[in-house]
């Protein structure tokens, strides 16, 4: 069978080809966007990792300091000194401790006495906050530029100033985002720690972080070089992804290919065989005492593919070259059934829908006489519904013409199908001598909430009367579409409101209870 199948396949090479380089595209995009997606997310993650990190560490290096404060008086002794430098060695952090006093003085430090003044700007942020603590970048003698202090005062005055080298503060940070990412930590407006002049390719995307209790910034940089590097380490995946996508496409190419094939050959046999049924859905008349009409519609139900739209029945056989043999099929069973029931059906005339290229052959009047002399029951019961999906060129207008007259000349209805959807304008309605004109269910749908629809079928109706045309409104599925076409002065109307499209038996059964009563 699956050598049955590669056969109808053409151009096997072209086709792998194609699938191929699809399945590439598919696959390398799904795994570059979800790789950047979940990277983003993985940058989210981390910074707020590292701003948690970070955050725990002030935490902790306020304890300590305001262990110290807690333990410490106005004095310098000696035994301050050495408590201090005991602190200082097991500190993990802290390289020096100094305290200060309620004139923001450091009196007193791990070093030794002191007499530093605290920079007035610090004084007033230790002022400001809430909880009498701030860090700060400063110069210092010991430590070098852009020292870290982090400073505590308690209620009665007395302070603490921990000083730090800034690669010990960062060290918490670096843990949670190197090596892959590359950032930048500011306390106010000055740099705290920085390896962003690492970065050797494009930032793809960055997230930032405050700490504002601490007026601290931590911004997280995304380089592309990171991606491609990811991108890189899922190429086995990506391989493996791209045979399996490949696989699938053109199993389901070969598969769908089969489909069309075998359903394609399955309506030619239908249409061979006259294996389809016909169902009809009536036209009703609205006025008192007036003769109903029906449409007859195609309808078949595979044993492979199950029911099969006729639209899809109809497109196929115009592929094949088959139209004609169908619309053959429908008005033959149209013969037979008006065979079968003949007394229920006397004064009923059944519409077939007929396609306008046929109409346009010269061999489609004749075989339609042919037909006629075989069941004379559709003489002049039969008519045939066009519709028109093409404007008609000068050659083929005339011949239009011509056949039109011919086909009337047997005895046969003609109608308009569709009209306002397709080329079936008011000129076209001048030019053929056509018996009906059915209004397309679009119009009829919005006939109740659009008075522009409601005026342009005013118009149509007044010309219909006009030229000796009677109308039928298709589509009428509810009582307020019924009451707008009685309005209109519309009298035949179809659809789901008084019947959908019944097999022959059900039909007649409906048409006999109608008439009862």
């Excluded at 859905?281 to 029911?307: D, N, T, Y």
């Excluded at 589509?475 to 579409?481: F, L, N, S, W, Y």
């Amino acid at each position: 069978m699956f050598k049955n199948i590669t056969e109808i396949v053409p151009s096997r090479k072209r086709v792998i080809f194609f699938y191929s380089l699809l399945s590439l595209f598919v696959i390398l995009t799904i795994f570059a966007i979800c790789l950047y997606f979940s990277l983003l997310q993985d940058l989210d993650n981390r910074t707020v990792a590292a701003k948690q990190a970070l955050s725990k560490q002030m935490d902790g290096i306020f304890t300590e300091l305001k262990q110290v404060v807690d333990e410490s008086s106005l004095s310098c002794e000696k035994p301050d000194l050495k408590r201090l430098r005991r602190v200082t060695f097991y500190s993990p952090t802290l390289k020096e401790i100094g305290l200060f006093n309620s004139d923001f003085i450091v009196y007193c430090s791990s070093l030794g006495p002191a007499n530093i003044k605290i920079y007035d700007s610090i004084v007033g942020r230790i002022k400001d906050s809430v909880d009498r603590k701030t860090v700060s970048l400063v110069s210092s003698n010991t430590l070098g530029e852009s020292t870290f202090f982090a400073f505590y005062q308690r209620p009665d005055g007395l302070g603490v100033n921990g000083l730090a080298p800034p690669e010990s503060i960062a060290v918490s940070v670096d843990q949670v985002l190197l090596p892959d990412y590359f950032y930048q930590l500011t306390i106010g407006k000055k740099i705290f720690s920085s390896n962003r002049d690492g970065i050797d390719s494009k930032v793809l995307a960055k997230h930032q972080e405050t700490l504002s209790h601490w007026a601290m910034t931590l911004v997280v940089f995304l380089p592309s070089s990171l991606y491609w590097r990811h991108l890189w380490s899922l190429l086995p995946f990506i391989l493996v992804s791209w045979v399996f996508l490949f696989v699938v496409f053109y199993i389901s190419h070969l598969v769908l290919i089969y489909y069309r094939r075998s359903l394609r050959h399955c309506i030619k046999r239908a249409i061979k065989n006259n294996a389809m049924d016909v169902h009809f859905q009536p036209i009703v008349s609205l006025k008192e005492g007036g003769a109903h009409e029906m449409e007859a519609l195609i309808r078949w139900r595979s044993f492979r593919h199950g029911q099969v739209s006729p639209l899809v029945i109809v497109d196929m056989a115009d592929r094949l070259g088959l139209i004609d043999e169908l619309t053959w099929m429908v008005i033959r069973k149209v013969g037979d059934f008006y065979r079968e029931y003949p007394e229920q059906l006397r004064d009923i005339k059944i519409s077939v829908n007929v396609d306008r290229h046929s109409l346009l052959k010269e061999c489609f009047a004749p075989h339609l006489s042919c037909i006629l002399d075989e069941y004379p029951e559709l003489k002049g019961r039969l008519n045939l519904e066009v519709t028109e999906t093409s404007v008609l060129d000068s050659v083929e207008l005339p011949l239009m013409v011509s056949r039109f007259e011919h086909i009337k000349s047997l005895g046969i209805g003609l109608s308009v199908d569709d009209f306002g959807t397709g080329y079936a304008g008011l000129d076209f309605l001048r030019r053929f001598p056509y018996d009906t004109l059915k209004l397309d269910q679009i119009f009829i749908a919005s006939l109740r909430d659009d008075q522009f629809t409601r005026q342009i079928l005013t118009s149509v109706t007044k010309l219909a009367k006009e030229l000796n045309m009677e109308l039928v409104a298709e589509g009428v599925e509810r009582e307020d579409q019924l009451s707008a076409v009685r309005e209109l002065g519309v009298d035949r109307v179809q659809g789901y409101y008084f019947c959908r499209p019944l097999p022959k038996e059900q039909v007649i059964a409906w048409l006999e209870e109608r008439l009862t009563f």
